[in-house]
């Protein structure tokens, strides 16, 4: 089996990748749970709700290995028992995140054609950029040690099908749904060819997920982007510069559809 066929083959038999809790972190621990009726809120409310208010809770949840973009519709306790994570040790660490100003209330306070240019400009770019290094590194490592290191192939399989998965996905939303919210956003009535706007919205959330799964499989087979002791230079920046650009991309999908998918949900109703 190709590499590159081996993630697509996958896709396109249907099966799905395992999902499994990436790891527990000790953060949080030292922290007393208080049963505050503050901490009973939090369980109850969605992830990606408790992000939009606070981005340093992103943090939190990533070191626990919550996700809150794509699986950010989930009350915090269903989350946590999902995880197989102790929801005292979540809420313990969120109660030490410090609630004062942050680049997510920046964020959260514009307007929606200003988000969207902030979402192009730093997100969209910046997988441009980064994407094709990704590519150029995992066939690299393909090239050099391919041949004794089994994983290595379906590795850079996956990067491709991430890379692949993405730059379509980013031109959709340019091309497609920012211009429509960006009509909402001023009162215009555009004509489109999708009906309400719903319809993008999901087909992006969709692909979002999708995303999602390949992460997850990439994380699989590289030990959550752990380098062996006999991996080159490559190998290692390779991992890094993905673990990286996980992280983008978890902010990146965040704002799309914790704050501007539903705000732009309520601007139709
Ligand atoms: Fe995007
Ligand atoms: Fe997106």
Not at 221 to 232: G, I, M, Q, S, Y
Request: hydrophobic residues 40%.
């Amino acid at each position: 089996m190709s590499a590159t066929s081996t993630p697509k083959d996958a896709q396109a038999t249907g099966h799905r990748v395992d999902s499994q809790p990436r790891h527990d972190a000790q953060l949080g621990q030292g922290f007393p749970l208080s049963e505050s009726t503050q901490d009973n809120h939090w369980l109850e409310q969605k992830v990606g709700e408790l992000v939009a208010e606070d981005f340093r809770r992103a943090h939190v949840f990533s070191q626990f290995g919550i996700d809150f973009c794509c699986g950010g519709g989930k009350p915090l306790s269903i989350a946590c028992e999902r995880a197989e994570i102790d929801p005292a040790k979540v809420v313990a660490a969120l109660n030490a995140v410090t609630l004062t100003g942050s680049k997510e209330d920046e964020l959260n306070q514009l307007p929606l054609d200003q988000l969207i240019e902030y979402i192009e400009s730093t997100h969209h770019q910046y997988v441009r950029e980064k994407a094709p290094l990704l590519v150029e590194y995992s066939e690299k490592m393909v090239r050099a040690h391919g041949e004794h290191y089994a994983e290595i192939v379906p590795f850079a399989g996956w990067v491709r099908a991430l890379v692949e998965d993405l730059m379509p996905h980013l031109m959709k939303e340019e091309k497609i749904l920012f211009p429509a919210i960006r009509g909402l956003s001023q009162a215009e009535h555009i004509e489109t060819c999708f009906g309400h706007i719903g319809n993008p919205i999901n087909a992006m959330q969709h692909e979002h997920e999708e995303v999602g799964l390949i992460l997850q499989k990439l994380h699989e087979l590289t030990n959550d982007f752990t380098p062996p002791e006999h991996a080159c230079t490559t190998w290692r920046v390779c991992y890094a510069t993905l673990a990286e650009f996980e992280a983008d991309l978890h902010q990146h999908i965040h704002l799309e559809n914790n704050i501007l998918f539903p705000k732009a949900l309520g601007l139709a109703q």
